[in-house]
């Protein structure tokens, strides 16, 4: 069912950088102006003050990076609204997102709020249904009509992501029009202003519910609407307020919107909430409507200038962006001067040819979205943050057989280490339901494919598909649990933190009983191996030892072990693991394919080249097969990557990346990132990128579904081309392909903890400097100079490009 859905296989906009925006920062987003019928009470809740025009401009003093510095996605042209999935640019706090399409005449935001899911609690629904497992909800809509802004010239909207701001301006009537839209965390509101040098706002503000509840005029400047989730009775409010600077802002009862005359500028705030606290205990709502809150959230905002929370929210952005810079190189003129869709077609068309700068904001702008759609509550799930409809592809949950894990393989490497915090508190909020869920039904009979043939039971795992309220989805899948505690581990691996390895400890652990009550012995090598499982999503079920479990399974076992060493727990249990692990079936190399087997049973052909990359876990993301291994094994694995093939999609391209960045094969690497690059309008057919970045996914009815793995997965893959890392080991450039010859990145993160500076010059090594962020000690490798270094704590150590240390 899930899969019938799915292909098998399966305007304008322009330069980088370069483009000067407006930054309008006059107004204050507490200077209500009374309207004419002014609800007496309301505006009196917000601090009034007066608007402050001598900061028409922040360019001077402003910690705003400057619009010639920025790295800006601009555009010429607003997104068409029945495309705004593939076209409107997003902004998200990591909890509070939307995605903007920029009308001069008709500002359409599209809401969104993460926790917000219908379903039921704790269920195990292998019907795989809206109602069982249940789906990611779109919160509503957002309108600014301007029917007096039509017909605009000189327009252009750009998103921002060296400051996380989508901006809009144009020219109507000789008068020239700005917009800012972002979304704050500190001050947890979207944030929209509308300025005009001498012009005027005049037309109507709506508010509509995405889930159909009638929007409540609150008084002439504040919309709301509130609700109760159907099935799953989560509670949201969604209030917003309207500040114009000068001019009158007037509710209309009758349709429930607010009417604008003659506003210089203006200001909107929006804020949303749920019940949702992600406690087990609490099954998973608190029961208290949100309202209180989101009014508190909006009126605290309204007590600050414009100015205020603009830089409170490009500080705390910056705080965590700044952290990377990357220079692949520079790109020509005349590919700066193409619009976007016009540069990613270009850039299929010539697939040697290089644009290092699309290249490396392709890069930050995973970043950009991780940092937008991952802080502070649950972790992006398969659209990330930015859903358009109730009835997104897949239900936009939490995948486990790749996508949620590619999600998190860009935050650690790429410096954003907090950003995998909703992750962890997910898997440790959601563990209790697992648990139950496993011990109850995983033996049912209704789960015959993946039962436990011993009757036995214990631990948690998890299905194909996880949601929000303890509940899961579609077929289980037996070795999620071990690719979850892979998730989680991978952040210890990058921090060394201790406390963090103690919170993760427990889901270890009793993802480690699991496996020790799954685990049979194979009658034939008197080896351990999985029981019945399926190896994703290909050949036939009811397999015995499918490699991508006993990868897993290895690879959950050896970081048990040391977890449990490092906290001095359970050494009697770590005993049985380790013997357990010794015990384990290790995948063979077929002596009739010679490609790594992906099942036991060496007669099952499978898809040759089929998208998921399942066998290979060991090689990457998993750390049991490197190229110091056996060469026959590396052979194999080489051999059914090979077979594999180049020509794929989104995340299955950049798995192929990645993999292919470990044989340090940059130029193979390299040729796969014009495909992920590829340009689709949206509902072509194509696999690629729409025109807003967002990875294209098409559908096998014609249609295309945004899905967001491919833009985490696809930096991350390029960041494994210039850095690659184990606990005690960090090879610089691997991977780095001819087109990339010159170049710097600051900020990587490697295993072992450590920040990472680089500088290449020509396709050689210039410098290395590294920084400890807990660790002490590594060896170096570059090509094949190995050196073991020392870095003082808290300190940093300088390498010349042949590694030599340097004062
Ligand atoms: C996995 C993949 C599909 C799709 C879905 C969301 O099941 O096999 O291609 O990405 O997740």
Not at 191 to 212: E, F, K
């Amino acid at each position: 069912m899930m899969k019938i859905l799915v292909n098998q296989k399966r305007r304008k906009l322009l330069k980088l950088g370069g483009v000067a925006a407006i930054i309008p920062v006059a107004g204050h987003a507490g200077a209500a102006t009374s309207s004419p019928s002014g609800t007496a009470g309301e505006s009196s809740a917000f601090p009034s003050a007066t608007s402050d025009p001598a900061s028409l401009s922040v360019q001077s003093d402003s910690l705003l990076v400057p619009a010639d510095q920025a790295l800006l996605f601009n555009y010429d042209s607003p997104a068409v609204e029945s495309s705004i999935q593939f076209q409107g640019l997003p902004v998200g706090n990591g909890r509070l997102g939307a995605m903007a399409g920029g009308a001069s005449d008709r500002e359409a935001l599209y809401l969104n709020e993460i926790t917000l899911w219908s379903g039921s609690k704790n269920v195990v629904d292998l019907a795989y249904t809206t109602t069982g497992m249940g789906s990611y909800l779109s919160l509503g809509k957002l309108y600014v009509d301007l029917p007096g802004h039509a017909g605009a010239t000189n327009y252009q909207r750009s998103l921002d992501i060296s400051n996380s701001i989508v901006r809009t301006q144009y020219s109507v009537g000789g008068r020239s029009y700005t917009r800012e839209i972002f979304s704050s965390f500190p001050d947890n509101v979207i944030v929209i202003r509308l300025a005009s040098h001498g012009g005027t706002y005049n037309g109507t503000i709506s508010l509509v519910d995405g889930q159909g509840t009638q929007t409540v005029g609150e008084s002439n400047q504040a919309l709301s609407f509130a609700g109760t989730v159907g099935g799953s009775g989560e509670l949201y409010s969604t209030y917003m307020l309207v500040v114009p600077d000068a001019g009158s802002a007037t509710l209309n009862a009758a349709t429930a919107q607010i009417t604008l005359q003659g506003c210089p500028a203006l200001t909107i705030i929006v804020a949303a909430r749920t019940d949702y606290n992600g406690r087990y205990v609490d099954n998973y709502l608190t029961g208290i409507s949100p309202r209180e809150t989101v009014i508190a959230d909006v009126k605290n905002a309204a007590g600050r200038r414009y100015r205020d929370l603009l830089e409170r929210h490009v500080r705390d952005y910056r705080a965590l962006f700044g952290r990377m810079d990357l220079n692949l190189g520079k790109s020509t003129d005349a590919q700066r001067a193409l619009t976007i869709p016009e540069r990613l077609v270009a850039r299929q068309a010539s697939p040697t040819v290089a644009d290092p700068e699309l290249e490396a904001m392709y890069v930050q702008f995973g970043r950009y979205l991780t940092i937008s759609s991952s802080r502070g509550s649950l972790p992006a799930n398969l659209q990330g943050l930015w859903s358009t409809t109730n009835n997104p592809p897949w239900m936009a949950d939490y995948h486990t057989d790749i996508n949620i894990e590619m999600n998190y393989w860009l935050a650690d490497r790429a410096g954003l280490p907090e950003c995998q915090q909703p992750f962890v508190d997910y898997v440790t909020g959601q563990l209790p339901s697992w648990q139950q869920s496993t011990l109850n039904h995983f033996n049912d009979a209704a789960n015959a494919n993946y039962s436990n043939s011993n009757g036995k039971v214990a631990g948690w795992t998890v299905a194909v598909s996880t949601g929000i309220y303890g509940s899961i989805g579609w077929d289980w899948s037996p070795p999620a649990s071990a690719w979850y505690c892979r998730t989680l581990w991978n952040h210890y691996q990058y921090t060394l933190d201790k406390a963090y390895l103690a919170r993760i400890y427990p889901v270890m652990k009793s993802a480690c009983e699991f496996w020790q009550a799954r685990l049979i012995r194979d009658p034939v090598s008197g080896l351990l191996v999985d029981d019945k499982d399926w190896s994703p999503e290909q050949g036939p079920h009811q397999q015995l030892g499918i490699t991508f479990a006993q990868e897993l399974v290895w690879d959950l076992f050896t970081n048990y072990g040391i977890a449990s060493g490092l906290l001095g727990k359970d050494a009697s249990f770590a005993q049985t693991i380790a013997s357990l692990k010794s015990q384990l079936y290790l995948p063979k190399v077929s002596p009739t394919t010679g490609q790594l087997q992906e099942w036991m049973d060496d007669s099952i052909v499978g898809e040759v080249g089929h998208r998921h990359l399942s066998p290979l876990i060991g090689w990457f993301e998993g750390e049991r097969i490197t190229l110091d291994s056996d060469p026959k094994l590396v052979a194999g694995v080489k051999a059914l990557l090979t077979a594999r093939g180049f020509n794929s999609f989104g995340w299955a391209l950049a798995w192929r990346i990645a993999c292919w960045a470990h044989f340090h094969d940059g130029a193979t690497s390299y040729s796969m990132i014009p495909k992920l690059l590829r340009y689709s309008e949206g509902n072509d057919g194509i696999d690629g990128t729409f025109a807003n970045m967002f990875d294209a996914y098409a559908l096998s009815n014609n249609s295309s579904a945004f899905q967001i793995d491919a833009n985490f997965g696809g930096p991350a893959a390029i960041l494994e081309m210039l850095l690659q890392s184990r606990m005690d080991r960090i090879t610089v450039l691997p991977a780095l392909p001819s087109q990339w010859g010159t170049g710097h990145v600051t900020g990587l993160r490697a295993k072992g903890g450590f920040s990472v500076d680089l500088k290449w010059s020509r396709g050689a090594l210039s410098s290395v400097k590294l920084t400890s962020v807990g660790g002490t000690r590594t060896t170096l490798q570059y090509g094949s100079v190995v050196r073991a270094v020392a870095v003082p704590e808290n300190g940093t150590a300088r390498f010349d490009g042949n590694l030599r240390p340097l004062s």
